[in-house]
């Protein structure tokens, strides 16, 4: 039995988490305290103090107490996690490193590092280093051998105008109206994450129902952005006032209908129609003539759904690809019939063969 989602459990992070069943969550998302160790109050040049993470959430005696956590509570999510399941870890250069090595010894297979270049960085205002213009997440599988992870490969691409998304996303710092303040106007959480972020990670990473944990939820930005998207959540903070804000805010989103939820499918999924099966469906017939787009090639249709141009005889790709010289082809998309409005691409048969198959 599963979990109750759309929950936010107030309790310590690690307690909480062992009371969660083996293989019930499909991601986790997280944001652990990062080990600032700032030392000292932190200025800009006219001497106004800098409002930044000083909280007692974030400070551990030292990296030994801190590696411990870490692994402990990676340890859990490892095990919550189901087969196919993934994590999302966000941090800064002064955790990071850590965490990407403690996830590796528990088992975790990395699959990307993704660099959040923010557009709207703080200033390093003392000018004694490089401006701290960007966080990393590591994202990785359960395991190296574990089943498929979800990648919704197709959709990242169409959010990108339609160009391969890369690792690097730039996206601005939580600002405005998304960021929650308190009673007396100031920042309500010193790091909350933007929207936009979380958005991007869920959609990438996620279908529809699946459950997603934020070990760490602060104010409950995981769980926004799941519930708009149609996402199920389970928060656990320790902090009360950080939960009472979430609740807040979460209880204001929105959710997306079933139908508004689809994204750009991936054809990688779609039921593999080889094109003999066009031949045997009548769509085309042995001794039709094929033609390349700008008509300088042309292949006859032979019963066995092979090609035939001149002596040269074969698959709709291979014969494409030597009618070209190269070193390989996508037949589907270079070979076209004649239809009543000129030349189609021999892809939209396939189209119309998978339509007409049974659901599964």
Known sequence: MGPSADVIIQGDCLAELAKLPDRSV????ADP???LQLGGDLLRPDNSKVDAVDDDWDRFDSFEAYDAFTRAWLRECHRVLKPDGAIWVIGSYHNIFRVGSALQDLGFWILNDIVWRKSNPMPNF???RFTNAHETLIWAAKGRGARRYTFNYDAMKMANDELQMRSDWTIPLCTGEERLKDATGAKAHPT???EALLHRVILASTKPG???LDPFFGTGTTGAAARRLGRRYIGIERESEYVKLAQARIAQV?????EELKVTGSKKAEPRIPFGQIVEAGLLRPGDMLYDPQGRHSARVRPDGSLAVGELTGSIHKVGAMVQSAPACNGWTYWHFKSDKGLA???VLRAKVRKEMPVA
């Open 126 to 128: 003392k000018g004694t």
């Open 210 to 212: 699946d459950v997603i």
């Open 192 to 194: 909350q994450k933007p």
């Open 26 to 29: 499909d991601l986790v998302f």
């Open 33 to 35: 305290p990062y080990n």
């Open 254 to 258: 929105v959710p997306a209908s079933p």
């Open 345 to 347: 691409p021999i892809d």
